[in-house]
C-alpha cells in the first residue's frame, strides 16, 4: 500500500483544515488507516485511527471533540477533519497503514509522507 498524504498548511487558530490519505495498491480496506503528528523536538504520537470498514475511531484525548476520522474506501482515502484548531496542533501530520495496530505507531506497515499544518494566532 502506498499512501500521498496532503491538505497540510496554513491555519488560524480555531479555524478548520481537512486532512487527505490517498491510498493506492491493494487491498486498502483491509487496513486501519490512522493519523500520527510529529512536532518540532518531539516524538511522533497518534492522533486518530479508523477500523478498516470504518465502524470504529479511536481519538487521542486532546483532539476528542475537535478531529474527526474518516474513510472513503470506494475512493482508497481517509480524511482527518480538524476543527478548532489550537496552537498545539502544529505538526507534520502522517497518514499510516496497519493489519492490527490502532495507537502504536511500530504497529503500522505503511506510511505517507507528511503533510505540514501550520498554525497561526
Known amino acids: 500500500v502506498q499512501l500521498q498524504a496532503s491538505g497540510g498548511g496554513l491555519v488560524q487558530v480555531g479555524g478548520s483544515l481537512r486532512l487527505s490519505c490517498a491510498g493506492s495498491?491493494?487491498?486498502?480496506?483491509?487496513?486501519?488507516m490512522g493519523w500520527f503528528r510529529q512536532a518540532p523536538g518531539k516524538e511522533r504520537e497518534f492522533v486518530a485511527a479508523?477500523?478498516?470498514?470504518?465502524?470504529?475511531?479511536f481519538y487521542e484525548d486532546s483532539v476528542k471533540g475537535r478531529f474527526t476520522v474518516s474513510r472513503d474506501n470506494a475512493k482508497n482515502t481517509a480524511y482527518l477533519q480538524m476543527n478548532s484548531v489550537k496552537p498545539e496542533d502544529a505538526a507534520v501530520y502522517y497518514c499510516a497503514a496497519s493489519e492490527l495496530g490502532i495507537s502504536d505507531p511500530d504497529e503500522y506497515e505503511f506510511w505517507g509522507q507528511g503533510t505540514l499544518v501550520t498554525v497561526s494566532s
Open positions: 495498491g491493494r487491498n486498502f480496506i483491509d487496513y486501519t
Open positions: 479508523i477500523s478498516w470498514i470504518g465502524g470504529s475511531t
